[in-house]
Each structure stands twice: as C-alpha cells, then as structure tokens.
C-alpha cells in the first residue's frame, strides 16, 4: 500500500508561490480528484510532485523517500509518473517507440508493452503510426500508456481530458478507474470536468487561490448544494 | 607616435558608424545582421567608382553610397519576413561573401583582385602629412557624430520603442496595428546606408581597396563591438567599438614581450585572445559595458531609454 | 559608465607605453627600426616564415657586427594575414608607432600594393618580392625595390619551356587573384608571340575551396596537351591531385614555389613530369648558400626557399644602403642601393664585406643570394635568371637556365 | 555522367558532418558554425597519427575519437553555460570558437600545407567513369557511417532516446530518460562524424588550417537543404549540394562556386524551411 505524502507544502515556479501549504494523501488503488476555480494553482501542484515546479516549502515523499531533492527522471524511477496536459507525446517517434522509449532502464521493455496493451487495447491498432498524427483521443491514450511503461505506483494525471469531445471524456475517466482497480495504481487528477472526475473519484481535493479548502469523498462533496458556488470560486 | 593614435582613431571611428549602424538593426530591432561586410563593401566600390571611373566630386560618392547601401539593405530585409535569428544571420552572412566574390569577379566595374586605385581624399589639398591625417579624422569624427546623433534620437523617439517592441515580440506590435515588416525594412534600409557610408571613407582614406578588405573577419570584429560595447545602446556601441580596436591594436604591442615565439604564434595568439574575449563577455556580461538602461524585459511596452 | 572609462583609458596606456619601453631600453643612440611584414597567416602563410626568419637572421648577424653606424639595429615583425586591410593596419603601427625606416618582405602584391600609398605619403622605403606588372604604377618616389621578375618576365620564360618542349597548345589555370590574374595575360601574350596560342578561355577558380574536383573536371573535360597551372601551394596541391585522379595524363606547367618540398612529400612520386620555373636562387652560388646556412639549412642542391633568399637580399641591401649613405633617409638609402646593386665595383655577397667597401672608400657590385641584384629605374629587376626545371625521380632537374630581360 | 559521380564524390566528404551538424541543432536548436574548424582538427588529427607512421585508417579512428572528445570539452565549456541563449548569440559564439580553434592549430603546426603519405594513382575507369581507389573508400566509408547512425538512430535504445530527447527534452526528462547523458551521447556522435568527415577532406585537399570557412559553409548547407529535423535528410541534402557545384563550376562559372552553398540555403530557408526530409522545428 504505497503512500504518497504531503506535508504543508508550497511551490511555485521560482517567483511568487503559487501553492500554500498543501497536505494530502494519495494511496495505492484510489483515485484522488482535485477540483477549483481556473488559476487556483492545481496544475502548479501537479508539476510540483513531478519535479516540473519547484518545492518552496514543507515535504513530499513516497513510502518515506523524500523526492524534494529529485530531478523529474529520477522520480520517475521512484515510481512517480506525471503525463503532462499537452506536448505528452514524441511526436516524430511512432506509439511502440514512444512506449518504449519511456521504459528506459529496464531491461523487460517488450513485456511491459505488452502488459500495457493489455491495460489500454485501443492502443493496439496505431502502434506503429507516428504520435504527432493522432487524434486527440487516441494521443491522451498514447501518453497514458507511455506513463504506465515505468510501472509507477503513484500516478499524476494533468487535465487528460482537455480539448477531448464529451463522449471521450468518460471513456478517458473510465480507463483510469479501471486501472486503479486492476494494477491498484494510485491517481491523483486534475480535472475541469468536475462533475464527471467526482463520479468517478473516491476522494476529492478542492483547492482555491493555492489552499487547501476542502477534502473528504468524493460522492459526499458532489452531492454538497453549495458544490457549484465553491467549485465557481465565488467564496460561500 | 600620436600619428599611429591618429591613424588608429580614424580606423576606430569607421568601426564606431558600423557599430551603431548594427545597433539600429541588431540593438534594437533584433536582426541579426551578418551581412555588415557586404552593405560596407558596397559603400567603398560605389563610392570609388563614381568619384574615379565617373570623375565625381567626393561628397557625390558617399550619397551614391549611402542610397546604394540603403537600396541593398532594402532588399536583404525582404529576407526577414521569413527568417529570423540564426537563420537570417547564415543567409546575410551568404549575402556578405556572395557580393565579396562578385567584388572579384566583376573586373569591368571593380577591377577584380587587382584592386582599386582611389585618388580623391576627403581632405582639401596642400596640407602636409601629419596635417592632413588630423583633418580626415576630423571629417570622420564629425561623420560619426552626426551618425550617432542621429540614430540616437531615433532610438529615443516612438519609432525606437516600437522597434525595442518589435524586438521583444513582434506579435504585440503587429496587433497595435504597427506593420512589422516596414519598420524592420526601415531599420536594415537605416543601418546598411550607414555602413555604406562608412565603407564610402574606409575607401577614400585607404586609397586602394580590393575584395579582400572585405572578408568575414571584419565582420566578427563589428559584432563583437556591439556585443562588448551593450547591444541596444547607442553610447555602448560607441565604447564597444573603441576598446574593440584598442584590444585589436594593441595586442599588436604583444610580440616584442614574447621573443620566444615565431610570429606565426604571435599573430595565432593574438587572434586566440579576440575570440576568448568574445566568448567571454558574451559569457558572463551579455548586456556588454553599457547595458540598455530600459525596465526589465518583463514589462512588455519598456520605458524609452535615456539612451 | 565609471567602469568602460576606466577599461578604455587602460588598454589606451598599453598601446602608448609599449613602444617607448622599447626605445628607451634598448640602445646608447636610438636604434634603426626595420618593419618586416610577412604573409604569417592565410593564402601566403606558407611563404610567411621562412622570409620573416631570412630577416631576423641577417638583423642578428649585422647587429653582432657592430651594427649600421654603430648604431644597433631593431626588428620589428608584423604578419600581413596575406589581407591588405589587415596589412593597411599593421603598417600605419610600424610607420607611425614604430617609426620604422623601411618596410621589408611583403609577399603578395596586393598587399604591397595595398600599403604603398601609405609607404609613399611617409616616404618610407619599400623592399619586397611581387610579381604583379602593377606594382611600379603605386611608385612615384623610387621608393620601392623589388626582388622578383614580374610576371610579364615570368611568363616569357615559361612560354619557351612550353615552346621548346612542344607545347603550343597549352590551357591556362588559377586562382582569381591579383597574381594569377596578371600572370594569365602575360602567359597568353608570350605564348602568341612564339605562335602558341591559349586553349579555350584562362579559367579562374575560386581559391580556398572545400573541394577542387569540379574544377579538375573542367580542365580535363577540355583534355589540352598541357595545362600551366598559377597557383599557389594550397590550391595547386588538391588542383594537381584532382587533375591526376581524374585521369588526365598530358602535360603539367607550374611554378617551383608551389611544388617546393612539401608539394612532393604530400603527391610523392606522381609529381615526376612537372615542368616548372621560376626565377629561381641560382643553386650552388656561394651567397645562396652562405644565407642557406646562415638560416640552418643544408644545401641539398634542390630549390630551397626560393623566398628566403629574396628576404636576405632585402635586408641586406637596405642595410648596406644605409650604411653607405651614412642615413636612414629613404631618398638617401634608395640611391645608394641602387648604386650598390647596379655597381660598378667589387663584387660583394655579405654585409660585412660592403661595410669593408664603404671603410676602405671602394665602390662596390651586391652580388645576392637570389639573383645578381640589378636594378631597373623603376625599382624592378633589370634581369632575373630563370632556371627550368622537370621533376625527375621526386628531383627538380635542371633543363636549361634562361636570363630573361624585363627592359626589352 | 561522370558529374555524378564527382558530386557523390565530393557528398561523401560532407555527408558525416552534415549529419553530425543535424544532429546537433535537433538537440539544441543553435547552428555550430565552428564544424569547419571541428573538421580541420579531424584532419590535422588523422595526418598527426599518420605522420608518426601508423596507417591512415588508424589515424582516421584516432581522428573520430579525439572529434568527439573535443567537441564535448567545447560544449561543456563554451556552450553548456549558454543553455538558454537565443540561437544568433550561439552562432556568434561557434564562429568566436571556430576563429580560437584555426588559431591553435595554427600556432601548434604552424602554417605548412601537410597531407598523408598517400601515393597519387592515375584513375581506374568503369563504364567510361573515372575513379580512384580511394574515392571508392571515401564513397565507401561515408555511406557506411550513415548507414550506421541511421541504424542507431532507427533501432537502438540510444537512437531512440536520442530522437526522443530532439523531439522534446522536458517530457523526455518527466519520462525517466537520464537526459543530460544522451546529450553527452548525441554530442560525441557528433564530434566523432566530425573527425571522420575531417580525415575524409585530409585525403581530398591540402590539409591546412584556413580551410574552416570552406569546409563550414556546404556542410550547413547540406544540413539545411536535408531538413533540420533529420539527421539522415542532411545525407541527401550533400549529394545535392555536391551537385549544385559540379554543375555550377561546368555551366555557370567556376570562381561563383563559393556562392553556391549560400544561395541554396537561402532559396530552402525561404521556400520550405523543413528541407526535404526534416519536420517544421519550432526554434529558439
């Protein structure tokens, strides 16, 4: 049961922070949803974890490794997996190549491809295209697949849905519950369709001008009257 | 030994109108200009062709110069519609040796390798020697004043700051409805006139030109003006490209100190000096010795400078 | 702004004080300060040292003989960068910061044309080996001596190598420089008179180049019995391989500077069958060889340092002038030498021997280490001896030896 | 016919560096103007080892390895510090460091024209083509080595990587890939095309130290007519190139030649700034 841990933590990109002293879990198995106004600092968290933004304050680890001191690469080999909203892919290298190339380092590459097809089957039938020239649906897929490649136990998913029709937006949440499920991988989502994540979410995070404002199931915060003015940002 | 600072100050006053002329164009536009040599090529062989092979009166050469020079820099611009960075800088640095060789090879207009003989001086006769270096320096110091003043209201005034603007981000002035592409047409016309101008004295105070006398190397030597004087400012332009000349000059004294060596290694060490001061102060001083006095690139339409 | 002032008045004090620590330092009375400019680097870098070291030599050897009017004697060495706007720089140090009384062993003509207005305007001697037919036009003081034939002289001895080998019909190759340039019309010119003609148009090409193999296909394409090829040896060398490479079997015609000993070590025995000329030190004379050792060199009885030799006579000539007019005003110095080189009087090889002459009141004939030293009105060489030679066995072998006479 | 030949002749000079130079400008986004200098110290590296006796080929390998390590040194210490420059401030720099490498060279061997001791042997003729032993080694080595790196680059996890950390460093680096040493990799796999190409040139000419700006300008132009984004494109865009001057100097008119590589680059830039093969690459 893996643990990524935050405690009191701020970040931001080397000027002002952005985030304020942020605390949270995200366990093995759970699908963790953080939700607020645009520009409340969520995807500055994100990165945060993955080493993109940097750390100002208070501490992360995973299963008790601080990952502070840690490049991006050498959290991913720590197990922490991070797909960016855009730019997630190797455009002039086809899906195999992008999938292969993100398992670098260990030596049972085809064995995890295939492990990773067998997670995501659509992914089988345009392995050998070039990645720039996807769909949008098919791309998302892609990157969520070259994450999966390193087996990481705690995954970081930034907007995977952005710029996806509706009906590819459910699909999309439905295979990230299927994986926590499945693999028992932990995720923590930034998500604008908030109605949709919380459906599909155990806990949720809602995080407003950097801060923590409120946290505990998601099924119990969807169902909250006030849910739309707090997720808007106009303060209750 | 002040007729060598003479001679010398009268080479770096050339140095200095082709520093601000680069600085119209790189300081402050953001083009990257490789091309310096050719518009100052230009300038020497118009300007000697019509004072020698057409007879003309001196002053008559240099305007020849100066509106050959800004027709040329007019074409080369069309360029930086497309290209931009390294990219216009290899293609003008193309343009540069291209005209170099056909220098070369256009006998019947520029007498080729042999070189071209100029007569006219820009200096009125009978005075003696040493007389009559002190009075080109002047007409060349004056030349260089009046270059600077000019570009130097320029740069302070609202066409300069679109130019600074253009060279943040040309997509922030093309939506204020500033038509990008004649205001860096306007600042490669301005700057290849005022090298041509400057090739135009260089010619008539050297008396014989031949396309060797323009080669990349000077090139390097203007840039690196401009990049240890402070890119952007016109005084810089000015420092830059007198310690430019200093250095060049005066590694020249180094050989006496270093008996030991041939002069084979001498003049290699003295142009392995050049390039490291470049690197250097590229390195750990990229706003040169008089940095652009502007806000700091954060604020997108930056104060004028005092400039 | 306190920052550059400080830097700019610094490096300012280094260029003023460097050269009168020179002065003051070195001598009782103020030395004699001889300019030697030299191709050190691009397209004469070759030929650069061997002249800037003949100098430095002789200036060692006088100095260690007391001297010219006992006065020590100063050189100082500049590289030309084989660039006149370069050379136009280093000449305006050593005229007005040095305050040299000549400038010796500029190389290529367009940088001693180059800095000849500038030499002329301070009445500063020029001593220099060129061959371009324009170098008397830039003289207007009989200022200028120079120890290489031009090229029309050139040309006439090698269109009768060409002639007497059987080669009428010969094509013309080099690169586009003041050099080649003026020898390619001498060539044409000479060869017609002896009713030869050119093949085709002189074809220029572009020196300094990445590769030289379209140009060799050019030549072989128009497949002439031979081809005279001016280069120098940075071009001649990949031109001549490309030429062989590319199957062309006539003749080739050069000149001996560019297949000097480096020529032969890089081609080795593909050069046998050259023809070259030029004017050429006259092997076995006792003052080529005297310098020869002067310089560390063996005489091997081949064509050595057909530079070197020129650039001893320069010093040596300009020395023994201003000892023999007791000055270092160059209209004085030049009338001198050409009293001592055109004599009549005893023939001299050394400096230390015209001193002697000069003591003793004799009048005296500089016999050099290049050639017998006679000179024109106009500064140019009254006759050079050309010797011509084929490379036989990795060897330059003498063919004949011709004395051909600008003055006709 | 034989136009042909002589332009492939004169490609398989290019082509390494081409490639090496691509490589170089995917990775970072700046044009190394000092690949002529890099080039130069190949061949004076080559003639070194030749000259103390050991057989060409060996001075060749010595070349590419002392290519490689020395376009490393140069990139940790003149250009590692200048990571976030724009790429006009790198060029300037590259040409600084070209004009630094000419003149070490020439102060350390001076001036003389040096070559390897290489008999000279008339042609042997095919098919009406004229040829030399060494052309054909020279042909022969060249397509070798871009069969090679195509090869890597195409099937091996380096290769990959490398293509990955081009196309884009920052998700390379969030996907575990260690990117500073693939760098290091992509840097000496150029240095080392760099001496190989250096060593090839010291068979075709004088190897001396003014050759930089010659050697400089086609090699950036094959680069650029075979498209920036691929390394292979770079091949391709010599063989025309080489063209591009045999037909200059037999048609148009030979002392024009130098301008040849110019005018290609500028009508590729204007035209299709991709070049042939390469992919539009978003730069500095």
Redesign the interface.
Known sequence: MTQLILEHLSAGYGGADIVHDVSLQVGSGEIVTLVGPNGAGKSTLLKSL???ARVTAGSLSIDGTDLVAL???ER??RGVA?M?QD???????TVT??L???A??HDDIAARKDEVIGLLPTLANYLNKAA?GLSGGQRQMAALG??LM?RPSILLVDEPTAGLSPNLVGEMLDVLQQLTRDSGIGILIVEQNARAALARADRAVVLVDGRLRRAGPAAELAAEPDFGALFFGDHA | MDAYLVAILTTAAVYVILALALNIQFGLTGLMNFGVVGFYGVGAYTSGIMTETLGQPILLGMLAAIVVGGLAGGLVSLLSIRLSGDFLAIVTLGFAETMRLAFNNEDWLTRGPRGFLIMTRPVIDGLGRGATAWFILGVFVLAAIIVFVVLNRLAGSPFGRVLRAIREDDLVPATLGKNVLAYRLQAFVLGSAAMALAGSLYAHYVQTITPDNFTTQVAVLVWMSLIVGGAGNMKGAVVGALVVTAIYEGTRFLAPLMEFLTPTQVSALRFIIIGTLLIVVVRYRPEGLLPERIAPRSRPDPVPAAG | MKLSRRLFISSAAVTLAAPAYLRAGLAQSAPIVIGSMTPLTGGGGPYGPEKSDAHRAVVAQVNAQGGVMGREVQLISEDSETNPEAAVRAARKLIDADKVSAILGTWASSVSLGIMPLCQEANVLQVFSGSSDYLPDGDTKGLIFNLQPLNKAWAVALADLAVQRGFTEVAFAGPKNDFAASMGESFAASLEKLGGSIVGEPFYYNPGQASYRAEAEHLIRMNPPAIFVAGYVTDFVPVYRELIRGGFTGQIITLSFAVGPAFKEAVGDAANGILHGSPVPPIGKDSYETYLRLVGIEPSGQVQNSFGCMAYDEMNLCLLGMEAAKSTDSFAVADAIRKIANGPGERVTTFAEGKAMIEAGTAMNYDGASSSVDFQENGMLKSRDFALYEVKGGEDEIILTTTSDATQ | MQLLLNAIASAAILAPAAIGFTLIFTLFRYTNFAVGALMTTGAFAAWGMNELGLPIWMGGVFAVVFGAGLLLASDRIVFEPLRGRSGGTLLLVSIALSVIIDNVIRFAFGTQIRAFDLPLRPPLTFAGLRFTPETLWVIGISILATLAVGALLAFT?LG??L??V???A??????????PRIEAAGILLAGALFGLSGTLAGLDLAIEPNLSLALAIPVIAAAIVGGL?SPLGAALGAVIIGLAEELTVAFISAPYKGAVGFVVIALVLLIRPQGLLG?PVERK
């Open positions: 993955a080493g993109v490049s991006p690469f991913a080999t991070f960016p730019r997630n892919v190797f455009r002039t290298l190549e992008n292969e190339t993100s670098w380092g720039g070259m994450t390193s | 996890r990959r990587a293509r990955a081009a196309d884009n920052s998700l390379a680096s969030i996907r575990g890939l260690p990117v984004g992919r």
